[in-house]
């Protein structure tokens, strides 16, 4: 019969054995998960075959664009050394319209009332509402009613010294003020504050009236922040200013007013409504920018005919106008901010 002094020994052990063992799994586990986790990424689940659910699909509207690469140059220099291997299909969401509802005008209202506005409006059509604050003409707020996509501006230009003001603002300061203002008075969906938040110092040319990117805090007047879209999947959402997003704020350093201008445009995207459509290759879409076909975005600070490009890569249209399909496009960025754009579905699909 063991004694108390063998009992006391074997119980350390145990215990010892214990701990080891649960290091043990602990470790081994989060071998495994990373091991797993590892395997999903470098062996996404396949697309599924094409199945062109929505057959022939419009083209993108790329009506912002005013040329192509007609009469362009181009190299491209990358790390392949050729236009990079993308995948064969993807998949296109359909962007169900949003229509006047028995509560459209009463939801348009109570939104304006939010923001001040609580005289009536201007009613440019039916749909298109412009509130114009009878204490502060300056502050306007372009309103449509089936949509709630809105305009408010406050007009900055017409009042000299609303960006002499000497308090210094941080773009982190900038950004948390504006998202607080946005989620107080409910003003975007929430999936937009979710995504990429982008913001740039600012300095006002009054003379101009034009602002101008500033890369230092003392030198600017204001920040513009710009609030993008989740990526879907491995696929950024692009918008036809590719530098700049539609939903946007412009902020002062004046506390008298803060936001001098706030764009909301939002077009809903049903994920449970999809369809699988075949791409060209990344060759197709590259020999297409050679031959003129593919708008340009922005030419930046090229200088003559030839355009070196870096990147070419799969990215969603996010178009400001309602569209009826989110659909995939191929984006080049080349240097000295060069873009251009071009429809990624093969055409046999495309109207």
Not at 163 to 192: H, P
Not at 214 to 219: E, H, M, R
Not at 322 to 348: E, H, K, T, W
């Amino acid at each position: 019969m063991a004694n108390l002094t063998e009992v006391s020994v074997y119980t350390r052990k145990f215990f010892v054995w214990f701990i080891i063992a649960i290091i043990a799994y602990i470790l081994l586990k989060g071998m495994v998960d990373l091991g797993v986790t590892y395997w999903k990424i470098t062996h996404p689940p396949p697309i599924p075959p094409p199945d062109a659910k929505f057959g022939r699909l419009p083209s993108p509207n790329f009506s912002h664009v005013a040329s192509s690469s007609s009469g362009l140059t181009f190299s491209l220099v990358n790390i392949e050394g050729r236009p990079p291997e993308t995948t064969t299909a993807a998949k296109v969401y359909f962007m169900p319209k949003k229509v006047p509802t028995l509560l459209s005008t009463q939801r348009a209202r109570e939104l304006a009332a939010r923001m001040g506005f609580t005289n009536p409006p201007k009613e440019n059509t039916p749909t298109e509402y412009f509130y114009v604050d009878p204490l502060d003409t300056l502050r306007t707020f372009a309103l449509n009613t089936t949509t709630l996509n809105f305009r408010y501006k406050y007009a900055y230009e017409k009042k000299g010294d609303l960006f002499e003001s000497n308090t210094i603002i941080s773009k982190d300061q900038a950004v948390g003020e504006v998202r607080t203002f946005i989620q107080s008075y409910g003003l975007f969906d929430g999936s937009i504050l979710d995504g990429n938040i982008q913001s740039q110092y600012l300095t006002y040319d009054s003379g101009a009236d034009v602002f101008r990117p500033s890369d230092s805090i003392a030198k600017s007047n204001s920040v513009r922040i710009d609030f993008w879209r989740k990526p879907i999947g491995e696929f950024p959402l692009v918008t036809p200013l590719f530098f700049q997003s539609y939903n946007y704020a412009l902020y002062t350093r004046d506390p008298r007013v803060k936001i001098v201008d706030l764009s909301y445009a939002f077009w809903p995207i049903a994920f449970d409504n999809v369809g699988t459509y075949p791409l060209k290759t990344s060759d197709m879409a590259w020999q297409d920018l050679i031959d003129g076909y593919a708008p340009i975005v922005n030419m930046g600070e090229n200088k003559g005919n030839t355009v070196i490009i870096r990147q070419i890569y799969l990215a969603y249209y996010d178009s400001p106008e309602p569209q009826m399909y989110l659909q995939p496009i191929f984006v080049f960025r080349g240097d000295n901010n060069f873009v251009a754009y071009l429809p990624a579905i093969l055409p046999d699909w495309l109207e």
